[in-house]
């Protein structure tokens, strides 16, 4: 069977760390690529993203080579959703070889704006709390100043970019499957949100929801790694 590339997309303040359990679940024909954003993880001493943009093109740069005549497909989790969205109109405007598969999870399609509050903006202790309503967390974290003078500029500025980028809508749909990830207790992305990603491709549409709130993931790594095993198989 020939191997697949499976390139993942983190979440907001996340570094390519949170993937690496993956690994020991998927079958031996996907290679694993975690990607490892600007700012975090072995990327620590380099300048955070200024603006979407900045890191989608960062992102391309990182993986043009190993996608070019090569299989693959795309996860990402939240933040990671909406970088592949804008990923692969970036892969498109360069001509290059589309992906077979995207794996979204947690998060609404990139025509829906639900954001009631600008993070971003939100003073030190009012932003962490807002962050800490999502869950993914431990209460420790707001108790260690030392860990937040880390990650709270990180987490700062992915919802910075986030929070002012404007998509680039592209009406042609996909060519490719889309799979979509829920947690039922979400309290930012709902069952509804989801499904919309339907509108996204001419292709198979699957959605699955799991027990859990916006960081289902962290729990439920060998369900998503099985779902994504009979998803390629086939490619």
């Not at 009631?116 to 030190?124: D, Q």
């Not at 910075?160 to 039922?184: C, M, P, S, W």
């Not at 998503?224 to 095993?229: G, Q, R």
Request: one cysteine or more.
């Amino acid at each position: 069977m020939s191997k697949i590339k499976l390139f993942c997309l983190p979440y907001a303040g996340g570094s390519s760390i949170v993937y690496y359990k993956l690994k020991k679940y998927l079958n031996n024909f996907i290679e694993l690529y975690p990607i490892e954003l600007a700012g975090r993880g072995k990327r620590f001493n380099e300048t955070l993203y200024n603006n979407f943009n900045e890191a989608v093109n960062d992102i391309y740069n990182i993986i043009k080579s190993e996608i070019l005549n090569s299989s693959y497909a795309f996860f990402g989790h939240s933040m990671g959703a909406k970088l592949i969205y804008e990923l692969i109109n970036k892969i498109r405007e360069e001509n290059q070889n589309e992906p077979e598969h995207i794996f979204i999870s947690g998060s609404y399609p990139t025509h829906i704006n639900n954001r009631e509050k600008i993070l971003h903006k939100l003073p030190e202790d009012e932003f962490l709390i807002e962050v800490y309503k999502f869950g993914g967390m431990p209460k420790e974290f707001l108790e260690n100043k030392e860990l937040i003078t880390i990650f709270s500029p990180i987490l700062r500025s992915d919802y910075k970019i986030l929070e002012t980028h404007q998509y680039n809508f592209n009406k042609n749909k996909y060519a490719f499957d889309l799979t979509v990830f829920g947690g039922k207790e979400d309290n930012e992305v709902n069952i509804s949100e989801l499904s919309e990603w339907k509108n996204y491709t001419n292709r198979i549409f699957s959605l699955y929801e799991f027990d859990g709130d916006h960081f289902f993931i962290n729990y439920e790594m060998k369900k998503i790694a099985n779902i994504i095993n009979k998803k390629l198989i086939y490619y």
